[in-house]
Nanobody, 127 residues
């Protein structure tokens, strides 16, 4: 079993930056893709970004492409989401999750494809 803890959320003005971290414990997730999702009040949870188990591939939702960057540090069992040029519409609770299939050859975007989830971290972007 993998336990995930997100951190790095907070309050930032529009145009600012935040870096979210997703730290794993219990078992390593080095052989699993990791995705970031977010859920704003009154909205469905949506895929934001994902990174392959080998860190050789990434994928971004159109809404964040060019502004967010996902990366991972296998030695630290941590995945990061660097968020730049933040907009008020980025306000949401951000969750990280691990793919339920090891060494999947591509990033997937559906919630059902992910098995373990963190508790979420709040990101608030003021105008």
């Amino acid at each position: 079993q993998v336990q995930l803890v997100e951190s790095g959320g907070g309050l930032v003005q529009a145009g600012g930056s935040l870096r979210l971290s997703c730290a794993a414990s219990g078992r390593t997730f080095s052989n699993y893709a990791v995705g970031w999702f977010r859920q704003a009040p009154g909205k469905e949870r949506e895929f934001v970004s994902g990174i392959k188990w080998s860190a050789t591939g990434t994928y971004y939702a159109d809404s964040v492409k060019g502004r967010f960057t996902i990366s991972r540090n296998s030695a630290k069992n941590t995945v990061y989401l660097q968020m730049n040029s933040l907009k008020p519409e980025d306000t949401a609770v951000y969750y990280c999750a691990t793919d339920r299939s090891p060494r999947r050859p591509a990033v997937v975007t559906t919630i059902s494809s992910y098995e373990y989830w963190g508790q979420g971290t709040q990101v608030t972007v003021s105008s």
